[in-house]
């Protein structure tokens, strides 16, 4: 019988789960819209349902809901996004309450995603993030210091051609005009 979704990605997908509290009040994580909207329009059917997903005797990571379509069982679709390195990040949820310094918060983790076998690492990472991304100015930084680059290669270049511009060649020197010798 066919196994949907397949490969050793899907089966291993993430299965830690995490509470948060803000002094006594629970937080709540909103995991809608935390993948590529391109993933869930094109990658991920809407019309397709998990189907013999974790039914074996090993069992690797999450189990997945078999009357939502893959294409809203986003947690699958962050974790089918394979990173190129092997340090990565992956969105877990997001939290839309507006938390100010200093402020405690108390995660609740259970272990479920076995790293133990392999010395791998787990972190949870709390950040503020825009539009734009993350903290990372790295980035942003790079594209700006490439784009000023280009803007005065442009300029210099343009100067150049109007100050000394560059005569036309003669078409008599191109290859084929020459009269080779004998034909």
């Not at 392999?118 to 825009?130: A, E, M, P």
Request: with cysteine; net charge positive.
């Amino acid at each position: 019988m066919a196994i949907v979704p397949c490969g050793l990605i899907a089966w291993s997908t993430f299965n830690d789960t995490y509470t948060f509290q803000h002094n006594t009040n629970n937080l709540s994580i909103d995991k809608t819209d935390i993948s590529w909207k391109s993933d869930r329009d094109h990658k991920f059917g809407s019309d397709v349902f998990p189907k013999n997903f974790q039914k074996g005797p090993l069992i690797g990571g999450k189990t997945l809901n078999e009357s939502i379509p893959l294409s809203e069982q986003e947690d699958l679709i962050v974790w089918m996004r394979t990173a190129a390195l092997p340090t990565f990040r992956k969105l877990y949820g997001r939290i839309y309450v507006d938390l100010k310094e200093n402020d405690t918060i108390t995660v609740t983790l259970d272990n479920n995603y076995n790293t133990y076998s392999f010395d791998g690492k787990k972190s949870l990472v709390l950040s503020t993030s825009t539009w734009l991304g993350g903290k990372n100015d790295f980035l942003g930084l790079a594209y700006l210091t490439v784009g000023g680059l280009c803007f005065f290669l442009a300029f210099a270049f343009t100067l150049l051609y109007l100050i000394k511009p560059r005569k036309l060649g003669d078409n008599n020197y191109l290859s084929w005009n020459r009269n080779s010798a004998g034909h």
